[in-house]
């Protein structure tokens, strides 16, 4: 059974652009969250995201936005990027509502 | 106060040895329980997950939950060099996980 997957596996931008991370759950999960680890930092929640809709949000501006697909799978958009928002972004996901998280490989994201 | 607090580390032990790592969380509500590896530079692996009061073994993994002391432990026995990694403490708070910072973990050969 095929893990989650993420795309890019690293990025590149700069100040001001815009990035656009992608997520596609293990087959059968409709439940997707996003993280962000900054280096040296803990995982910090961003999204949650369930059959289609945005259920919850961690403690972030809203230029941290994204959404799903009928697909389940999910995009994390990042607008006017700035210097700190250079992370490790992962995208998790599950079958069931609170219920075990399964994590992708992660994109790397370094704003200059 | 933070949602999940973890022992600080780093902690290093000989190979054989046993590790332990700790974990509060400060949600009395709080219903799943999850230990993460992460090694540097990758995504956390699930090692653990539990529910209930009491211990839960899985290989040299043991994972003990103490809901009234809102306290959760992993043992990590006959320790190995691959176990050296960070793992993280995640506790499920309103479909959410919230994760501890993370215990450094040095098993030394």
């Not at chain 1, 259920?55 to 700190?84: D, I, M, T």
């Not at chain 2, 899985?58 to 691959?82: C, E, H, M, W």
Request: net charge negative; proline share 5%.
């Amino acid at each position: 059974e095929a893990g989650v997957t993420q795309s890019p596996t690293h990025l590149i931008k700069t100040r001001g652009q815009q990035a656009t991370l992608r997520c596609s759950p293990i087959s059968g999960h409709t439940s997707v969250y996003w993280y962000q680890q900054a280096l040296g930092l803990g995982l910090q929640f961003l999204l949650w995201y369930d059959e289609g809709e945005e259920r919850n949000r961690g403690n972030f501006p809203p230029r941290f936005s994204g959404r799903q697909f009928p697909n389940y799978s999910s995009e994390l958009n990042v607008n006017a990027l700035e210097l700190e928002d250079s992370a490790l972004y992962l995208c998790a996901s599950s079958g069931d509502r609170g219920e075990t998280q399964y994590f992708g490989p992660g994109t790397r994201l370094l704003v200059l | 106060q933070k949602e999940v607090e973890q022992n600080s580390g780093p902690l290093s032990v000989p190979e054989g040895a046993i590790a332990s790592l700790n974990c509060t969380y400060s949600d009395r509500g709080s219903q799943s329980f999850f230990w993460y590896r992460q090694y540097s530079g990758k995504s956390p692996e699930l090692i653990m997950s539990i529910y209930s009061n009491g211990d839960k073994e899985d290989g040299r993994f043991t994972a003990q939950l103490n809901k009234a002391s809102q306290y959760v432990s992993l043992l990590i026995r006959d320790s190995q060099p691959s176990d050296s990694a960070t793992y993280l403490c995640a506790v499920t708070n309103d479909y959410k996980l919230s994760f501890g910072a993370g215990t450094t973990v040095t098993v030394r050969a």
